[in-house]
């Protein structure tokens, strides 16, 4: 029990942005067959990008959301850094956004168009899926939820540098 838990805290951030991803994802694809079933819009041309570009709005929304709170737990102050935050997220996603509207559509013009419980093009909106959150983990991590070091991690940094054998003589040698 006691190596899950410090799997668990080691890879906590991972955990929670798949678990995120995965509600992130359904709400995505939640939307889409909303949108095909209740407001009748087909999976096809037009109307499937219309309706992949309403469903990953939605999705943003969730996601900004859940990952500035549960995954990288975020503790931006003051309504510039929220904002800043949520622009840099938002233009993240812009680029992550444009695959995940066009290449569905993409997808299914050359022949994954597959349905699966009366969910039209469900392998082209899967494919997506893959590769958008992993492009999105990415962003996130490099870019918008970007963690800046306090001055005891950097100390501490240090001092797990200067503890590791080889190091003095590694200097010597690059003087």
């Known amino acids: ?3 899950l838990k410090l799997l668990y805290k080691k890879y906590h951030e991972v955990i929670m942005y798949l678990i995120f991803g995965v509600a992130t994802t359904l709400v995505n694809w939640i939307t889409t067959y909303v949108l095909q079933h209740v407001f009748k819009l087909a999976a096809k041309g037009w109307q499937f990008t219309l309706t992949n570009a309403i469903a990953w709005i939605v999705a943003v929304l969730f996601a900004f959301f859940t990952n500035k709170k549960f995954v990288f737990e975020s503790k931006t102050v003051g309504a510039k850094a ?3 935050e949520m622009a840099k997220f938002i233009g993240a996603r812009l680029a992550t956004g444009v695959i ?6 993409a997808l299914v013009k050359i022949g994954l168009n597959q ?5 039209e093009g469900f392998w082209a909106k899967a494919v997506t899926s893959v590769i958008v959150i992993i492009l999105n983990y990415v962003f996130s991590k490099l870019f918008v ?3 800046k070091k306090s ?5 501490a940094e240090e001092a797990a540098d200067a503890d590791t054998p080889g190091t003095a003589e590694q200097e010597q040698c690059n003087e």
């Open 1 to 3: 029990m006691e190596k």
């Open 82 to 84: 929220y904002f800043t």
């Open 100 to 105: 995940e509207i066009v290449l569905p559509t």
């Open 115 to 119: 349905s699966l419980f009366d969910f």
């Open 145 to 147: 939820f970007r963690k």
């Open 151 to 155: 001055a005891e991690d950097s100390a």
